[in-house]
């Protein structure tokens, strides 16, 4: 269900990406693939590009005597790559985010672990404002290499019905 293919013209057919609100089914559980490795490159960049100035993300020796022992990944990089790993299949179509809760963090992430992503459904609804769309709510968990979880929230997005998405309606 992550890519159609649609028919653009004679033989010519495009990809295309996520869920219309029909395709959101409550309890559902859609694993997020490939993973994704973090590197030393990916944290620092993104600590430095965020401006976080918290040593422990890029200073070796400052990580060392901490209770971890080295550098932790940056947790805002390991949210980003978490959501980004489930954009394909559940917001591709998106509208809006509506809003993020629960964001738990309950293991460290280190340079050099692989993450992988899966979205569970809780909830599937029609706006009341507005006929062609609704508002899809789903917990997305990150887990690394040996099952641990790593990254748990939960999203309520906009998302169109059938018919009723940026993608349907231009031809780009």
């Known amino acids: 269900m992550v890519a159609e293919a649609k028919e653009v013209g004679p033989n010519r057919y495009r990809e295309s990406y996520g869920r219309y609100l029909e395709d959101f089914k409550v309890g559902d559980v859609y694993e997020h693939r490939p993973g994704r490795t973090i590197t030393e490159s990916d944290n620092t960049w993104f600590t430095l590009l965020t401006m976080n100035q918290h040593p422990v993300h890029f200073d070796a020796e400052y990580a060392a005597?901490?209770?971890f022992g080295k550098p932790l990944v940056n947790s805002c990089l390991t949210l980003s790559i978490v959501a980004g790993m489930s954009v394909s299949d559940t917001s591709q179509k998106a509208i809006a985010?509506?809003?993020?809760?629960?964001?738990e963090m309950p293991a460290p992430v280190f340079i050099g672990d692989t993450l992988y992503a899966e979205s569970e459904v809780l909830d599937v609804r029609e706006s009341k404002s507005r006929p062609t769309q609704g508002i899809a709510t789903?917990?997305?968990?990150g887990?690394?290499?040996?099952g641990a979880i790593v990254m748990r929230y939960e999203r309520a997005m906009l998302v169109p019905k059938r018919g009723h998405a940026v993608d349907d309606k231009v031809d780009y």
């Open 65 to 67: 005597k901490s209770e």
């Open 97 to 103: 985010n509506l809003g993020w809760e629960k964001i």
């Open 138 to 141: 789903i917990r997305t968990t």
């Open 143 to 146: 887990k690394n290499q040996d």
